[in-house]
Nanobody, 125 residues
Framework: QVQLVESGGGLVQTGGSLKLSCAAS????????MGWFRQAPGKERDFVAA????????DYADSAKGRFTISRDNAKKTVYLEMNSLKPEDTAVYFC??????????????????WGQGTQVTVSS
């Protein structure tokens, strides 16, 4: 059974930092691109960051560039999102996602194959 389990969310003040983790199981993690998406209440789910299966490539939404860093540890089957200089507009449920073609799919309307349940990030002013 495929599982993606996010953790590390919480409440932080503006300018603070959080590190999210996503633990994967049930598929060949090392052959899948991984990504992070977020969804605020009443809004669409938006792409945040992605990393290729080999970590040779990363991609970020403009809102994340310079503040967020995505990384992965294939031995631990875990992908991370380090978030710095957080802003209230970063408040959302953050979802981990996996797909063999995620690096391409983030530029299309095709959703990733697998999704986690999300972890809440709240940034207070």
């Amino acid at each position: 059974q495929v599982q993606l389990v996010e953790s590390g969310g919480g409440l932080v003040q503006t300018g603070g930092s959080l590190k999210l983790s996503c633990a994967a199981s049930g598929f060949t993690f090392s052959t899948y691109d991984m990504g992070w998406f977020r969804q605020a209440p009443g809004k669409e789910r938006d792409f945040v960051a992605a990393v290729s299966w080999s970590s040779s490539r990363t991609d970020y939404a403009d809102s994340a560039k310079g503040r967020f860093t995505i990384s992965r540890d294939n031995a631990k089957k875990t992908v991370y999102l380090e978030m710095n200089s957080l802003k209230p507009e970063d408040t959302a449920v953050y979802f981990c996602a996996a797909d063999r073609d995620l690096m391409r799919q983030i530029r299309t309307t095709i959703p990733p194959r697998y999704w986690g349940q999300g972890t809440q990030v709240t940034v207070s002013s």
